[in-house]
């Protein structure tokens, strides 16, 4: 009898999180780009290039070692992590059919395991509830995301906020609803959407989304939100 939580690949990294993108990335060379014989075509090339994926790495970890005290070279560190971070999650997809809930295959992966279901569709679009300002610092404003609905979709409420687990969001505003969006915050857990960038006293425009290992769900409406503390 098949459980019902099967062991799957999984990333215990958000992409800000850049040692831990780095330790999974250097798992990920000695573990998908060696069983080559389980892993046959991974969809990024290991190389050497910037585009691929051990040159994507190696910069990485050059900035992660020069980043202190050098304020370029952290902003350039942690948008080079998003893009390692953005690689591996091509790998996750590619990597868990192939180890097809056996533990074993997940380990030579070199991914983590996890009986938690992997998402089997993108994320819902969110629901922003509330932007507050009280509670906060000055200059900063807490999203608060509803709990994903289904409007009677074949997916129950359980099911679909099962599929929200593990899934990271992205902040964005505009003054107008028809944009252009900035982002503001970027790759964050639910619980997490606090971010900044809004002038007090003009109405702005918030657009949220999220991101799984299935890629980015749809965007939320656009939520009008006028900040009033100077």
Not at 18 to 36: D, P
Request: hydrophobic share 35%; with cysteine.
């Amino acid at each position: 009898m098949a459980s019902a939580r099967p062991f799957n690949c999984v990333m215990h990294a958000s992409a800000g999180e850049f040692h831990k993108v780095s330790a999974l990335g250097t798992r990920l060379i000695n573990g998908l780009y060696v069983n080559t014989t389980l892993f046959p075509s991974p969809p990024i090339a290991l190389g050497t290039p910037t585009t691929a994926f051990l040159g994507a790495l190696t910069k990485l970890n050059n900035l992660i070692a020069t980043a202190k005290g050098n304020s370029n070279n952290t902003g350039l560190r942690d948008a080079q992590s998003i893009l390692v971070h953005g690689m591996m999650e091509q790998l996750l997809a590619y990597a868990n059919p192939i180890c097809n809930h056996i533990i074993a295959n997940i380990q030579l992966s070199g991914f983590d395991s996890s009986n938690v279901p992997q998402p089997t569709v993108k994320p819902l679009a969110p629901i922003i509830k509330k932007i507050t300002e009280d509670k906060q610092e000055a200059g900063y404003y807490k999203a608060t995301l509803a709990k994903p609905k289904t409007g009677g979709g074949p997916l129950t409420e359980k099911v679909a906020a099962a599929h929200q687990k593990g899934t990271h969001y992205t902040v964005k505003s505009a003054l107008v609803a028809t944009g252009p969006y900035t982002i503001l915050l970027q790759d964050t857990a639910s619980t997490k959407l606090v971010f900044t960038g809004l002038t007090p006293g003009q109405k702005n425009y918030i657009i949220i989304y999220g991101t799984n290992s299935k890629g980015k769900g749809p965007d939320s409406k656009p939520f009008p939100f006028t900040p009033q503390i100077p």
